[in-house]
């Protein structure tokens, strides 16, 4: 049990202070001439689940969106604009968080 606790906290720990070492899915859909969508999600240790995360809102906007332009992307670790854009802060543009996911 007490392993378990301490994998954990570190796991908590590492996420926390070290958001470098993650892999942030950032995805962009665009109507031409109308708005952008951008899609900034939680971090993950590897890139071929981000890769995967990528890949399945692609999908889902597709779908209903099959004009839309896509831009996916991930990047390792998060700039100062983007660590702005997931925290509480406001930022200067409309936005909407969803926490959770």
């Given amino acids: 049990m007490l392993i378990l606790v301490l ?3 570190l796991t908590v720990a590492a996420i926390v202070f070290r ?3 993650l892999y942030f899915p950032d995805v962009e859909f665009s109507i031409p001439d109308k708005f952008v969508i951008q899609i900034l ?3 993950h ?11 399945m809102l692609r999908g889902i906007i597709r779908v209903k969106c099959p004009e839309c332009r896509y831009v996916g992307r991930y ?6 604009e983007r660590t702005k854009a997931i925290s509480r802060e406001p930022i200067g543009i409309p936005s909407a968080r969803i926490a959770g996911e």
């Fill in 7 to 9: 994998t954990g906290a």
């Fill in 19 to 21: 958001p470098e070492t």
């Fill in 45 to 55: 240790l590897d890139k071929e689940s981000c890769a995967k995360s990528i890949g």
């Fill in 41 to 43: 999600q939680r971090g």
């Fill in 75 to 80: 990047a390792r670790g998060l700039d100062d």
